[in-house]
């Protein structure tokens, strides 16, 4: 390609970067691109050096010698480089099978070949024919002048490539000259003798192998012959000019395990003696038990514990942390030199290796299938020396012993192939529990005694780099499937994804290295003062007579001069301060790899033998041998972290980060699992960037964007197995199944029954036919306490995933750093905010909220279990989504400021969907479900369920104040601004029906007054929507009414749980002034106390705070409400009720009409009136030019008292009328709605504040009443209707006993105050049986105790009779709590909310 250049015009031949090369084809420098930074700056150091130098270093025979071995390692990280080009040149082509010629629709839109599949796969299947002999013009003569158009931007594209088979031509040369040097320059390649060499040579072989097998699964003829095709078409059909080398180069290699046998021939008979070397370590390390028992592996001997350190054979259980290596080196010598295999002794090697592996690995996960290609290339050969041996061309003796061996080789490799499959899981199963079991003691005895560490390094790395190779091995045979070699078939191999020993072998591999990590001072400190000693034994050795009558010459002598030197001005260590101290022994190294290249040359004058013959009489270690353990410790000084990297990392499980995430969440939380692995799964992501090839810079981006998603991958499982464990917890099987509980219901049954059975048997320990009970005791027979031990396990694995989560360190991936506790805190929190958001709906319809609390509190009890074991406060992280959940704005009565906007769509959800559905199912009934109040119970009922509940199981008094405890006062604020918004439309249609309708109700007002029935009929029938009007009322009553539970809910929970700000608040109502118009801050506390059910009357304030915020009653419509609503009498609606002694309410809810009409009337006076006062202050204020009277003191309360005396005289009006038309509407043809208004006043009298008991005596005879509860509960079972309420004491029940006793008790329990009302009070009964009142003798100001009568009515109200008949009797006991003077000549009643209570004659 470089000489190809000169048929471009427009291009210099000298800048092209293919003629530089050329120009340097032999030299070191040639390879800058494929050498990392570091080497390369080296290598142009190294060349510089010795083409300027005045030769001193060019003629030095040692510097010659030890550029070999630099060279050794330049082109195995040459080897390295060209196979990235080459896996990423697979990748961008989708992985193509260049052998069968299978290209996918991805390679020809990978841009790298013309679009043109007929051409380009013709002249790969056509290789080595020139394209001029494949007549291409017949095949496809458009794709053909296609191509010749765009030659030039289709070379550009395979130029890079066409590079890259040059390079592995260039490689094969010099690698092979390399090897071919080394081969027969060495005098020994043993490992024992001369491992520093060997393994160089050995990685260079393996290295160059490797290229060569994998070249193959590039398109090599395609890439060729394409170029080849495109260049002629431009250059004038010539052929460019590396065109014939490279055919031959990849004729020669096709297949290349050929082209490797014929060109490793030369080396073959070196590379038998070198994997006969290794076999020992081999075969010991297929020995599990040998490793076992003779602990290889541990610290300690076994068989003597005494023997601390592993003394017995440090050298064997050193050389353990190459095996892997030497596994390699025999499965590819004998794959490329299968000559080797008719050694003796090298068919038990060649066995254990090959029983164990089914592929070989070349590059990251790049493989090729191994049985398959020994029995293609390897078997014959065999059987060919096989055939040899018997034709008899060697003699007799030695014919018939390679006869018999290649014939053992011949069923080695035919048998070993189903052996391999069949057990090698089995093998290495076995290996990796041995693993684990040994880095587990050795983690252990090493946290114990650290001292002991530092001697024994090169065993941690030995164990290391087994468990290194096992955890690959696993990996890299996984969704593997094999071929037989007698059967077409491909069977898979059985690799167990669910194997726990993985995560154990990460682990050890993990904690170990930390160790490592955490002591590698007193390693350093340990090889330095080794290295201090090895000074003056090499000192030692130099001065032998044997050395000195060796007569060294001067370099070799200056080189081991320089060596004791170096480790003579090592620093010494000084106790603590090893830490500190910096010692680079790379210039000691690198001469002591010169000092090997000489002794080890064949052409040097003094080799390995005379230097261990010269030292040997001492009785000590040769001086090679002390040079080389010198070697190796001074490793551990300035090169720990990289062995450690070297046999502790698993960068390259970053190939197989699929399966690796699959095994970890088969295994993580299985039966074996153990949380304490999390760690160690998640730290081998750190080392995945370093995989990245630095020739390929789009690597680098890649692997670290995959090491985080696989980290992120791996959370989220780790995240999904907390919540599992917790949700496990939290369901009815677990924490669940210890909180049930049985009914009272229940255990009567279960009582009843199991006092008629007899005793039951031992074996069965469930009732037969006892409703499904189970006896006591039950959970101890073994087939049912299976539920508790899961309950412990999983108890257990969250308590210790939690306390790793919370101990392990950050995980640093690149830029990202991932902290598990914050991981762990997200994920409970998450969590409990998903599992709340679920809980408030079940299949049906919304939870019930004592079962949501109940599921929150068990949901809690795991949290605070997992929060033992953590350091974070997770209880404020759970009251901070409640909140959230719970906020949707500033509570109305507390907070002036205003919800920010970014929460507007952030917060409240779960409250707004349970408030949603109070509103839609209770106050508005939209699913036709018959809705009922019912006071007696102070519940609302269904006729049927509503979703999967009926009414009265979700609004009565603990429902509600579960409801509270769960959302709080921002739950409570919401619920109560819904039924406001809600109420105040209900209000505004009585508003527009009032308008409407005013003049009609005006004429009616006046008949009523008149006395003329006839035109009040007439006025009242004109009316428009009466019944819609009536409903809305009711509805608004219904709204009152729930708000009213819900507050008394919400002030009991408050009073359970801060007492003190109860009464409090409750203190600031009594003693709170009463003036009109109210200041801001009075206002607000009233909310507050209203919200909590502390206030007076309840009702009236909350309509007074919706018509305030709305504007209603603004005009002077609203004083004729009093002869509106007794307009309602008339409706039809009274037609279809009855009342319902069970509820204390009617069966349409009308009762709800009554809490709406006093509580509308109510609030209106009090609006009116706080306006008209506005207007006077200020007309007042106008005229007095800022000059106050005594005047305007008196009449700072006068406003609260004609409030309350404008609201009574309407409440009696409406009483007065209502009546009327009640009894004026009854005729013998038609009575039955008279029973049903006459209770509906008489529960209005009873439920309105503002209005006496007794107010209805005047217009309906008792006697009427009387009657009509008699006949209402004498057909009532005594029983239950005698049944009085247990929270009733007798002196509450007296206080009930007349309509007298109402107004004679205060809360407050002032002497003459109270005395005087109820004397009042009194004297005012004595004459209501014979008075008639008119409106004036309502309107007289009470200015006396006119407070102390309102606190006496707001305790009255939390204590009076909601329904139910009235207790006449003919006389009456006294009781502690009366204030009365004396015996009411009205008759006497007695109340219990409970229930009912039967008639009684008292003597």
């Known amino acids: 390609m470089a000489n190809s250049r000169q048929y471009y015009p427009s291009q210099d031949e000298s800048a092209s970067p293919t003629s530089a090369r050329s120009r340097e084809w032999e030299g070191p420098s040639r390879w800058t691109e494929y050498l990392g930074p570091e080497m390369a700056s080296s290598v142009s150091s190294r060349s510089s050096k010795h083409t300027t130098s005045d030769g001193h270093v060019q003629s030095s025979a040692a510097s010659t010698k030890a550029l070999n071995i630099q060279w050794v390692v330049q082109m195995i990280e040459v080897a390295e480089g060209l196979m990235a080009k080459m896996y990423r040149l697979n990748q961008i082509l989708e992985y193509p099978d260049p052998v069968a010629h299978v290209f996918s629709e991805a390679f020809w839109k990978a841009g790298v070949f013309p679009n043109h599949p007929r051409i380009c796969t013709l002249l790969s299947k056509k290789f080595p024919e020139n394209f001029t002999k494949s007549q291409l013009e017949r095949i496809d003569k458009f794709s053909l002048d296609s191509l010749q158009d765009g030659a030039e931007l289709h070379l550009q594209s395979l130029e890079p490539w066409i590079q890259l088979l040059l390079d592995l031509m260039a490689f094969r040369e010099q690698a092979l000259r390399l090897i071919l040097d080394l081969s027969s320059t060495v005098i020994t390649l043993l490992p024992h003798q001369n491992s520093l060499i060997l393994h160089a040579f050995m990685d260079l072989f393996c290295a160059f192998v ?486 390929i810079p789009e690597e680098v981006t890649k692997f670290g964007r995959d090491a985080v998603l696989y980290v992120e991958s791996l959370i989220e499982s780790i995240m999904g197995g907390l919540e599992g464990l917790i949700n496990i917890l939290d369901s009815e099987g677990g924490f669940g199944a210890l909180e049930s509980q049985l009914l009272p219901e229940q255990a009567a049954a279960y009582l009843n029954n199991a006092s008629r059975i007899s005793a039951p048997s031992m074996k069965s320990p469930r009732v037969v036919g006892g409703g499904g009970f189970t006896l006591p005791g039950h959970e101890s027979y073994p087939e049912n306490n299976k539920s508790i031990k899961m309950l412990e396990a999983a108890i257990q694995r969250l308590t210790n995933l939690c306390s790793i989560l919370n101990d392990m360190e950050p995980i640093c991936v690149i830029n990202h750093v991932f902290v598990l506790r914050e991981y762990m805190r997200e994920c409970i929190l998450g969590n409990f905010k998903r599992r709340f958001l679920t809980a408030l709906q079940t299949d049906n319809d919304l939870q019930r909220p004592s079962v949501l609390e109940s599921l929150i509190r068990r949901h809690m009890s795991i949290v605070h279990l997992a929060e033992q074991h953590v350091s974070m406060d997770l209880t404020q992280g759970i009251r901070e989504i409640l909140l959230t959940e719970a906020f949707s704005g500033p509570v109305s009565s507390l907070h002036l400021f205003e919800k920010p ?121 004109q009316m428009v929507d009466l019944d819609t009007v009536i409903g809305f009322c009711i509805e608004a009553g219904e709204a009152l009414a729930f708000d009213e539970l819900l507050a008394e809910a919400s002030g009991a929970v408050l009073e359970d749980n801060a007492s003190l700000i109860h009464s409090m608040i409750f203190g600031i109502v009594e003693h709170i002034p009463e003036e009109v118009p109210e200041k801001k801050e009075v206002r607000r506390i009233k909310g507050v106390a209203n919200g909590n059910g502390v206030s007076g009357d309840h009702d009236s304030e909350w309509v007074r705070l919706i018509l305030e915020e709305v504007g209603g009653a603004n005009d002077n419509s609203w004083s004729l409400l009093p002869y509106f609503f007794a307009s309602f009498m008339t409706s039809n609606a009274w037609n279809t009720t009855g009342f319902n002694i069970e509820t204390g309410g009617f069966s349409n809810n009308i009762h709800c009409l009554a809490r709406c009409i006093s509580a509308v009337i109510a609030g209106s006076e009090y609006v009116r009136l706080q306006r008209e006062y506005h207007h006077q202050q200020q007309q007042h204020q106008s005229l007095s030019n800022g000059h106050q009277s005594s005047e305007n003191l008196d009449s700072e309360f006068q406003p609260r008292v004609t409030a309350e005396a404008s609201i009574k005289s309407s409440m009696l009006l409406f009483v007065k009328f209502a009546a009327s038309i009640v009894l004026d509407s009854w005729s013998e043809a038609n009575r039955s709605h008279l029973v049903a208004k006459l209770i509906f006043l008489d529960q209005l009298c009873e439920s309105s504040p503002y209005l006496p008991r007794s107010s209805l005596e005047s217009h309906v005879p008792y006697t009427i009443l009387r009657s009509i509860y008699t006949q209402y509960y004498s057909n009532t079972p005594s029983t239950p209707l005698a049944a009085a309420s247990p929270h009733h004491s007798p002196s509450v029940s007296l206080i009930h006993a007349s309509p007298s006793m109402k107004n004679s008790t205060t809360p407050r329990g002032s002497g003459s105050g109270s005395s005087n009302a109820a004397a009042a009070d009194s004297g005012y009964f004595k004459g209501s049986s014979s008075s008639v009142y008119s409106q004036e003798h309502y309107n007289e100001p009470e200015t006396g105790n006119s407070r102390s009568n309102e606190n006496s009515k707001s305790k009255q109200r939390g204590t009076s009779r909601r329904s139910g008949p009235l207790d006449y009797s003919t006389s009456h006991k006294g009781g502690s709590g009366s204030n009365s003077t004396g015996p009411s000549p009205l008759p006497r009643f007695a109340v219990s909310r409970s229930g009912p209570i039967s008639y009684k004659q008292h003597n």
């Open 210 to 695: 490797r290229v060569n097998l994998f070249a193959e699964k590039i398109p090599r003829k395609m890439l060729l012959q394409v170029y080849n095709l495109l260049h002629a078409l431009s250059r004038n059909d010539r052929d460019c000019d590396f065109y014939h080398r490279l055919v031959q180069f990849i004729d020669s290699y096709d297949p290349p395990l050929k082209g490797l046998q014929e060109d490793l021939n030369f080396v073959s008979p070196r590379i038998g003696e070198v994997l006969e070397a290794v076999g020992p370590s081999i075969f010991l390390s297929a020995d599990t038990r040998k490793l076992r028992n003779e602990g290889f592996l541990s610290p300690y001997h076994p068989r003597f514990p005494d023997i601390l350190t592993n003394s017995a054979h440090p050298m064997r259980a050193q050389d353990l942390a190459n095996v892997t290596s030497y596994r390699e080196w025999v499965l590819l010598g004998y794959l490329v030199c299968p000559d080797e295999l008719l050694r003796v002794t090298s068919i038990d090697i060649a066995l254990v290796v090959l029983k164990e592996n089914l592929v070989v690995t070349l590059f990251r996960d790049e493989y090729i299938m191994l049985h398959e290609d020994y029995q293609l290339y390897v078997l014959p050969r065999v059987l060919e020396s096989k055939k040899m041996a018997k034709s008899g061309r060697t003699k007799q003796k030695e014919a018939d012993l390679e006869y018999s061996v290649a014939k053992q080789v011949e069923k080695m490799i035919s048998e070993v192939h189903d052996q391999a499959l069949q057990l090698c899981d089995t093998i290495h199963r076995e290996r990796r529990i041995l693993l684990k079991q040994e880095i587990g003691r050795m983690v252990l005895f090493f946290t114990d005694q650290p001292s002991l560490l530092a001697p024994n390094i090169q065993m941690v790395f030995s164990a290391l780099a087994l468990a290194q190779s096992e955890v690959l091995w696993y990996f890299q045979h996984a969704g593997i499937a094999s071929s037989r070699s007698k059967a077409a078939r491909v069977i898979p191999v059985d690799i167990d994804p669910n194997d726990p020993t993985i995560g154990f072998l990460l682990d050890g591999m993990d904690r170990l290295c930390c160790l490592v990590r955490k002591y590698i001072a007193a390693a350093r400190g340990y090889a330095l003062s080794y290295l201090s000693s090895s000074a003056g034994r090499i000192r030692y050795l130099m001065g032998t007579p044997g050395i000195v009558a060796l007569d060294l010459d001067p370099t070799l002598k200056g080189l081991f001069q320089r060596i004791v030197q170096h480790l003579e001005t090592i620093p010494k260590t000084q106790g603590e301060t090893v830490s500190a101290i910096t010692c680079d022994l790379s210039e000691f190294r690198k001469d002591w790899l010169s000092i090997l290249m000489i002794v080890t040359s064949s052409r040097s004058s003094i080799n390995i033998r005379h230097l261990e013959k010269a030292t040997v009489s001492t009785g000590k270690e040769g001086l090679l041998s002390e040079g080389n353990a010198a070697y190796n410790w001074s490793r551990c000084v300035d090169e720990i972290e990289a062995q450690l990297s070297k046999h502790g990392s698993l960068k390259k499980l970053y190939f197989y980060h699929q399966h690796l995430t699959t095994v970890f969440r088969n295994t993580m939380f299985g039966p074996e699992g153990r949380p304490q692995h999390c760690c160690a799964w998640l730290s081998v992501a750190s080392s995945f960037p370093e995989c990245a090839s630095l020739i």
């Open 901 to 1021: 906007a970014e929460q507007q769509q952030n917060t409240g959800s779960a409250v707004e969907v349970v408030c949603n559905w109070y509103m839609d199912n209770i106050i508005k009934d939209v699913s036709g479900a018959g809705i009922l109040f019912a006071p007696r119970h102070k519940y609302f009922k269904s006729a049927r369920p509503v979703g999967g509940y009926f009414a009265e199981s979700v609004t009565d008094l603990k429902e509600l104040q579960a409801f509270v405890r769960i959302f709080g006062g921002y739950g409570v604020d919401r619920l109560d601004r819904m039924m406001k918004v809600h109420t105040a439309a209900l209000v505004n249609c009585i508003e527009t029906s009032l308008r409407s309708n005013r003049e009609l109700i005006e004429a009616a007002a006046a008949s009523m007054h008149s006395g003329d029935r006839g035109e009040r009929d007439a006025s009242i029938r």
